[in-house]
């Protein structure tokens, strides 16, 4: 059986995203560059699958673009949880915003403009979920930067952790990036995880201690 084949049924098999969703798909295909960047229904479910498991008070995405996964992760968020959301293009957040404003959980989402590792730094609170979704480059950058404000039991979620399969033959900039962070979670004596074959890669980290 076709991999590609496995993926479409696993597709079709897993519930549904909200009608609102299914219209910002839209709306990014037709209206922004790049529609591809959207991490689509089995990402965005595994995300509200795991922010309801975890029941953050405070979240945080590195990387927004049109807010399909913010929004994915708010569905499940308690009602005083938080998310907020790193992202440098204005069209991208401005887009984001007008469908948070029709959305019923788009009040817990706080999109923040700037580099993600300035917008990190300014965080003064305890992390109880993140989601990794950005500039490839920063991937190992993004991991050690989160890592610290996470709490103990908290979860890390990395998106295309297999980066097309680039990493197991590292040339640009990007692929070593992804590569050396995937290899500094198996040797981080403050985690575990899994690394799993969905779509692009999802590695799944939860911190067990502080140090
Ligand atoms: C793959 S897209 C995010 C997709 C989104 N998480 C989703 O699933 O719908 C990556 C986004 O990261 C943004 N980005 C790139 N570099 C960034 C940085 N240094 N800080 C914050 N956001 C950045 C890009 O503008 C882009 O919108």
Not at 13 to 26: K, V
């Amino acid at each position: 059986m076709q991999q590609q084949t496995l993926e479409d049924y696993c597709f079709e098999t897993t519930q549904a995203e909200p009608e609102l969703l299914l219209e910002l798909i839209d709306k990014t295909q037709s209206d922004m560059g790049y529609p591809n960047k959207l991490s689509g229904r089995t990402i965005g479910r595994t995300l509200k699958l795991l922010t309801g498991l975890c029941k953050p008070s405070l979240a945080l995405e590195i990387g927004m673009f049109t807010g399909y996964s913010a929004l994915s992760i708010a569905e499940a968020l308690p009602e005083n949880g938080r998310l907020i959301c790193c992202e440098t293009n204005p069209k991208a957040i401005k887009f984001a915003q007008s469908f948070f404003d029709r959305s019923p959980v788009g009040h817990k989402i706080k999109p923040v403009f700037g580099p993600a590792l300035d917008t990190i730094a300014t965080i003064d609170e305890t992390l109880d979920f993140v989601f990794i979704d950005a500039d490839k480059r920063n991937y190992l950058n993004y991991y050690e930067a989160v890592v610290p404000l996470v709490k103990v039991g908290g979860l890390i979620v990395v998106d295309n952790s297999l980066w097309q399969g680039r990493i197991l033959e590292p040339n640009e900039a990007s692929d070593k990036a992804v590569a050396q962070m995937n290899q500094r979670i198996l040797t981080d004596d403050r985690v575990e995880n899994v690394h799993l074959n969905i779509r692009d890669g999802l590695n799944i980290i939860t911190k067990i201690k502080d140090y």
